[in-house]
């Protein structure tokens, strides 16, 4: 009897071993990312966290009064942006120090989300062996790359909002995106993901593409309705309560081209053969301002709106929707959106570092997600922008070789897994290929039922 309980004993900590380990990661991690915030002062490193410093805190004392900033060209957030801005007066501590630990509260539920979501891949796990622990196939890849990509992206993670809105996001596409449990109500999951998914769309725009690409219709449209109906009542009580609630609709008409973005290339060569331009301050970031920049920037709209039918487009003819194809899209979708745009700020890695997690709840034993590859290029991509910003941030000011190469290689990465991606992502929703057989990416049974079929026919 000892026997056998010790034995169970043993598989069982063997199954949940590489969960220990990637949670000793995340305490690691996590306790040096609060030092380098909470105790930023006592660190000689470059800062990262001036917004929540220097503009946030002027915002909370504006929203405070209960009104938005006005006639203020770096407030271009949703309304329902002002309820984190706000959200620091909850705690007892100074403004900044409450911020880097609500950053650090929604990393925190990211985290256990995402570990609830993986915790069956502890049930798939062989159950002898030593070597259970090392096995890719059950590791919970999830939380590595939540954990590894907060962590190599640096601090700023918590010296922006963008993780609040990411983690936000992160609870609704996992309850849109993953299985459903024995017992529970579909339909309440994906009531519940669609309101996380509107609100995380009030928060910042970016999480509303994520409506274009759920599916199946027949499955996903309390998800709509929920997320529609979320944005209407948070925009009709900020526009009730609030003066200039939306603002943000026109707050970013005058842009030019940021220097980290795609489009900056031309400008950073140009600047050192007699361009007459220049870079400025612009909108709350440094960005090229001068001749032939409206002209990149239209062409930056052309390619977010061609990428926008795109995906429209690949949703109206998808023939296949398997359990990670929401997840998939999702960072196809957002990846597309990023390497298109006239801004590619630092910390829009994290937004990228949690789709790619949720994507990664797919990956090993009976997974079918096909982002291996652009999860691997995300990663690297965000180790780069560690880097640029802020070590060689005003060398790329000054466009100088080095900080040029660097922001390239890290664009050239996102354009990489954005082009590799939608690859995937239209090859793996296709039942059949021109030459009427079954997608190397559908699941194994899928296509062995069609193979049958097909044999039958003959």
Same mark, same amino acid.
């Not at 001036?50 to 006639?71: A, H, T």
């Not at 690409?213 to 309705?225: C, D, E, F, Y």
């Not at 193979?451 to 003959?458: F, K, L, R, W, Y």
């Given at each position: 009897?000892?026997?056998?309980? !010790?034995?169970?004993?043993?598989?069982?900590?063997?199954?949940?071993?590489?969960?220990?380990?990637?949670?000793?990661?995340?305490?690691?991690?996590?306790?040096?990312?609060?030092?380098?915030?909470?105790?930023?002062?006592?660190?000689?490193?470059?800062?990262?966290?001036?917004?929540?410093?220097?503009?946030?805190?002027?915002?909370?004392?504006?929203?405070?009064?209960?009104?938005?900033?006005?006639?203020?060209?770096?407030?271009?957030?949703?309304?329902?942006?002002?309820?984190?801005?706000?959200?620091?007066?909850?705690?007892?501590?100074?403004?900044?120090?409450?911020?880097?630990?609500?950053?650090?509260?929604?990393?925190?539920?990211?985290?256990?989300?995402?570990?609830?979501?993986?915790?069956?891949?502890?049930?798939?796990?062989?159950?002898?062996?030593?070597?259970?622990?090392?096995?890719?196939?059950?590791?919970?890849?999830?939380?590595?790359?939540?954990?590894?990509?907060?962590?190599?992206? %640096?601090?700023?993670?918590?010296?922006?909002?963008?993780?609040?809105?990411?983690?936000?996001?992160?609870? %609704?596409?996992?309850?849109?995106?993953?299985?459903?449990?024995? %017992?529970?109500?579909?339909?309440?999951?994906?009531?519940?993901?669609?309101?996380?998914?509107?609100?995380?769309?009030?928060?910042?725009?970016?999480?509303?593409?994520?409506?274009?690409?759920?599916?199946?219709?027949?499955?996903?449209?309390?998800?709509?309705?929920?997320?529609?109906?979320?944005?209407?009542?948070?925009?009709?009580?900020?526009?009730?309560?609030?003066?200039?609630?939306?603002?943000?609709?026109?707050?970013?008409?005058?842009?030019?081209? !940021?220097?980290?973005?795609?489009?900056?290339?031309?400008?950073?060569?140009?600047?050192?053969?007699?361009? !007459?331009?220049?870079?400025?301050?612009?909108?709350?970031?440094?960005?090229?301002?001068?001749?032939?920049?409206?002209?990149?920037?239209?062409?930056?709209?052309?390619?977010?709106?061609?990428?926008?039918?795109?995906?429209?487009?690949?949703?109206?003819?998808?023939?296949?929707?398997?359990?990670?194809?929401?997840?998939?899209?999702?960072?196809?979708?957002?990846?597309?959106?990023?390497?298109?745009?006239?801004?590619?700020?630092?910390?829009?890695?994290?937004?990228?570092?949690?789709?790619?997690?949720?994507?990664?709840?797919?990956?090993?034993?009976?997974?079918?997600?096909?982002?291996?590859?652009?999860?691997?290029?995300?990663?690297?991509?965000?180790?780069?922008?560690?880097?640029?910003?802020?070590?060689?941030?005003?060398?790329?000011?000054?466009?100088?070789? %080095?900080?040029?190469?660097?922001?390239?290689?890290?664009?050239?990465?996102?354009?990489a897994a954005a082009l590799i991606g939608a690859s995937r992502l239209w090859r793996s929703t296709r039942q059949l290929d021109d030459a009427g057989r079954a997608d190397v990416h559908l699941p194994a049974q899928r296509?062995?039922?069609?193979?049958?079929?097909?044999?039958?026919?003959?």
């Open positions: 009897m000892h026997t056998k309980v !010790e034995r169970r004993g043993a598989a069982a900590w063997r199954q949940l071993a590489p969960f220990v380990v990637v949670a000793i990661v995340f305490v690691s991690t996590r306790i040096a990312l609060l030092l380098l915030t909470v105790r930023e002062e006592e660190f000689v490193l470059p800062s990262v966290t001036n917004d929540v410093k220097y503009i946030y805190s002027q915002w909370f004392n504006v929203l405070s009064e209960g009104r938005f900033p006005q006639d203020d060209v770096m407030w271009q957030y949703p309304p329902a942006a002002a309820l984190v801005m706000l959200a620091p007066a909850l705690l007892p501590m100074g403004y900044v120090e409450s911020f880097y630990w609500i950053s650090f509260a929604f990393d925190v539920l990211a985290f256990v989300v995402l570990a609830l979501a993986g915790r069956s891949r502890l049930a798939m796990a062989p159950a002898g062996g030593w070597r259970t622990m090392l096995d890719r196939r059950t590791q919970p890849w999830a939380l590595w790359v939540w954990v590894l990509g907060v962590a190599i992206g %640096g601090p700023i993670a918590y010296g922006r909002y963008d993780l609040i809105v990411t983690s936000v996001v992160v609870c %609704g596409l996992v309850l849109l995106a993953g299985r459903s449990p024995e %017992g529970s109500r579909p339909g309440r999951r994906r009531g519940l993901g669609g309101a996380l998914i509107g609100f995380g769309a009030m928060l910042k725009m970016w999480p509303a593409l994520l409506l274009l690409v759920l599916g199946p219709t027949r499955k996903i449209w309390q998800a709509w309705m929920a997320a529609v109906a979320t944005c209407a009542a948070l925009l009709i009580a900020f526009y009730a309560w609030m003066p200039n609630a939306l603002s943000f609709l026109s707050a970013q008409g005058g842009r030019g081209i !940021e220097i980290e973005s795609v489009g900056a290339l031309p400008f950073h060569v140009a600047i050192h053969h007699g361009w !007459e331009g220049r870079v400025a301050l612009n909108y709350g970031s440094m960005e090229y301002l001068g001749p032939y920049v409206q002209l990149v920037a239209t062409l930056s709209l052309a390619a977010s709106v061609f990428a926008l039918f795109w995906l429209a487009y690949w949703r109206t003819t998808v023939r296949v929707w398997r359990s990670a194809t929401a997840a998939d899209a999702a960072l196809v979708a957002v990846l597309l959106f990023v390497v298109t745009s006239r801004v590619i700020s630092p910390q829009y890695m994290v937004w990228l570092v949690g789709l790619a997690a949720v994507c990664a709840l797919h990956f090993g034993r009976r997974g079918d997600s096909v982002m291996g590859l652009p999860v691997a290029l995300v990663l690297m991509a965000t180790a780069l922008s560690c880097v640029e910003f802020p070590y060689y941030f005003d060398e790329l000011m000054r466009a100088e070789r %080095g900080a040029v190469l660097l922001v390239t290689v890290r664009n050239v990465l996102l354009i296509m062995a039922n069609l193979a049958g079929e097909q044999s039958a026919a003959m």
